[in-house]
């Protein structure tokens, strides 16, 4: 007795912070899966016959190919063990600033705002841009920064500057609150970024240690980004009749500018 095929189918979810500094996957293409039965024909109907397949379709609509000069979204997933102990502690810290400080202080907010700040900053600074920076960044850490890009080679320069597409992460590190022997008040608060860059870089920095390198893309178009860290310290006097304003009073970006 001859045999049908019967095909069953199967599988028919900002606002920005006040004063700061002034300025500044797809989804998986779950193929849909099938299987085949086997079963008798009925005597009373005649064997059903299998539609001819389809061909295949020439181009794909949305593969890379047909997405003229259209790149992947790329993805850095940095992975990180906070210490319980210092996230506590900061969690506490911007409780106190908005309690004693400033009520509509919100951390997600100064992020955002120091992201931006970050990006625009090292730019600056990349370019060796001192009378810009010096609205922006104390003058004192101006000075620092003075001597020690002198020291940089033109590769190392570039690598300072971070675009906003390119930070990865961000982080609030260390929060102080402090006051001063006339009583004026303070804030500071530490923010690390992880950032890509193009820059040219030795595979070994000077010192030894090792600069994480992350790859995009195929052989054939492959992509190779440096992955940096950089620390930056923002700082505001919240003394009563002062301009609510956050400078940058600490820059550090390790095995770039020591």
Excluded at 31 to 59: D, N
Aim: glycine fraction near 4%; aromatic fraction near 10%.
């Amino acid at each position: 007795m001859a045999a049908a095929l019967v095909l069953l189918p199967r599988g028919l979810c900002c606002r920005r912070c006040r004063g700061l500094l002034r300025t500044a996957a797809s989804s998986a293409d779950f193929p849909r899966r099938s299987f085949l039965l086997l079963a008798a024909p009925s005597p009373l109907l005649p064997p059903r016959r299998l539609p001819p397949p389809l061909p295949p379709p020439s181009a794909r609509p949305f593969s890379s190919d047909s997405g003229r000069g259209r790149r992947k979204k790329r993805a850095v997933v940095v992975v990180g063990v906070p210490n319980p102990l210092m996230w506590l502690r900061t969690r506490l810290y911007f409780f106190l600033i908005r309690a004693y400080f400033d009520q509509e202080f919100s951390i997600h907010e100064f992020t955002e705002g120091a992201k931006q700040a970050f990006a625009h900053v090292s730019r600056l600074i990349a370019q060796c841009k001192y009378d810009l920076l010096e609205e922006l960044v104390s003058k004192e850490m101006v000075q620092i920064l003075k001597e020690k890009l002198s020291l940089l080679s033109e590769n190392h320069r570039s690598a300072l500057a971070a675009d906003m597409d390119e930070i990865m992460y961000t982080t609030a590190g260390d929060v102080g609150i402090y006051y001063d022997d006339s009583g004026r008040k303070f804030v500071s608060i530490l923010m690390r970024f992880w950032y890509l860059t193009s820059a040219d870089l030795p595979d070994e920095t000077p010192d030894g240690t090792k600069v994480f390198q992350v790859v995009f893309g195929d052989e054939a178009s492959k992509e190779t980004k440096r992955l940096l860290t950089a620390n930056y310290e923002f700082r505001r006097e919240f003394t009563q009749g002062v301009k609510p304003d956050w400078t940058i009073t600490r820059i550090e970006h390790p095995k770039l500018l020591e």
